[in-house]
């Protein structure tokens, strides 16, 4: 199996990387000081790593599981589309959206 770098860095380590200095950036902004380099800094890295590899898989896995139902019969394709109108409808009801 290949591993793509290119994707690797784009897609999982530099968002993770973005969130880790967003959120010393707000840390510093909040206190008005900069806190020293420690384990809780790549502990907290570590967590948005493995938070960016399950937002990715859950997206693949979504984007497969309705690629799938699109490629079913004309039935199954319409009643995607009414169960997801009735699940937008009734988010909207509940004032969500």
Known sequence: MKINL?????KYLIPAFI???LMLLSYYLKYNEYT???????GLYF???LGMFVFW???EYFQN???MLMKES???RIIFILVAL????????????
């Open 74 to 76: 004309w039935v199954s």
């Open 36 to 42: 020293k380099f420690n384990y809780g800094h790549v």
């Open 86 to 97: 009735v699940l937008f409808y009734l988010y909207r009801i509940n004032g969500r959206i």
């Open 57 to 59: 898989a859950l997206l």
């Open 6 to 10: 290119k994707k690797l860095f784009i």
């Open 47 to 49: 967590f948005f790593l």
């Open 65 to 67: 599981v309705t690629g």
């Open 19 to 21: 969130l880790e200095i």
